[in-house]
């Protein structure tokens, strides 16, 4: 349902926001996480067995939490990007984005004539509330948030000219893609990855614009605050319920070779 994107207003005002991945497509998940006080949580249509109709399910069960919803889309497709935008998002992600004219065309996608090129359907939409906010197609555009990631060699070097198009709002480094493109899959510390994304922070923080990205072998999220960042997935739902359980096997292991009973947890973190 329309409403102002209150993450817009906090990234524009400056604040540093940490969000999680979810990578599970559960909406029960996303739920759950969202009442742990995340700032954001990012629905990811890329890389999860989620559908559209699972992400406007977190919508609703974010309604209320604080907690803002960024959805990830699985590319830079017009029709994918409409089907988002008339569902109620108003934070949209999207990934591989190498040039200046492929971030237009996403910019294109998401605004209504004669600004864009987003197929009308306001009045029959959730996006519109079903209608019930009139002037919906003209406030749109302004509500939104889009997220650039930039994860290629080739975006490295086209930065500049895709954080100035207008309707940019976050670009944001993709550092496991950009690190195999360069030749260092899984290898995100290696100097020559580290090197060409200390290069490329220069250039987008030249564009005033509030620079995100995840934390990694070669940068913590810590790392990433001081450096400036602003938009910071700190993990995943995937990984947060390996590592949780992973603790709790290994306990489990550890007690029965010393011939004891596993401690018991206390009643609350059932």
């Not at 017009?78 to 934070?91: E, M, P, R």
């Not at 709002?169 to 200390?198: C, M, N, Q, T, W």
């Not at 070669?218 to 590592?243: E, H, N, Q, T």
Request: charged share 25%; aromatic share 6%; proline share 5%.
């Amino acid at each position: 349902m329309f409403r102002k994107n209150e993450l817009k207003r906090r990234l524009s005002g400056g604040e540093t926001l940490f969000g999680v991945w979810i990578h599970t497509g559960s909406v029960t998940c996303s739920e759950l996480l969202a009442h742990q006080g995340f700032d954001f949580l990012i629905f990811d249509l890329e890389h999860s067995p989620g559908e559209l109709k699972d992400a406007v399910e977190v919508l609703r069960a974010l309604q209320g939490t604080g907690t803002a919803c960024v959805v990830r889309v699985p590319w830079n497709d017009h029709v994918v990007l409409k089907k988002v935008l008339d569902a109620g998002f108003d934070s949209i992600m999207i990934p591989s984005v190498d040039t200046a004219e492929e971030a237009e065309a996403a910019v294109q996608a998401c605004r209504y004539p004669p600004h864009g090129r987003r197929g009308y359907g306001a009045p029959a939409v959730r996006a519109s509330g079903y209608g019930a906010t009139p002037d919906y197609a003209a406030r749109a555009a302004e509500e939104l948030l889009l997220i650039i990631q930039l994860e290629t060699a080739k975006s490295l070097e086209n930065a500049a000219a895709i954080c100035a198009v207008d309707g940019v709002d976050v670009p944001f480094i993709g550092v496991s893609d950009l690190s195999g493109s360069l030749g260092y899959l899984e290898r995100a510390d290696h100097s020559a990855v580290r090197g060409k994304i200390e290069e490329v922070e220069k250039v987008l923080k030249a564009s005033g614009k509030p620079l995100g990205t995840v934390p990694s072998a070669g940068a913590s999220w810590g790392d990433l605050v001081r450096r400036g960042y602003k938009l910071i997935p700190m993990a995943a739902d995937v990984s947060f319920l390996r590592a949780g359980a992973k603790e709790a096997v290994e306990q489990i292991r550890s007690a029965r070779a010393n011939g004891e009973a596993p401690e018991a947890r206390p009643a609350s973190t059932y």
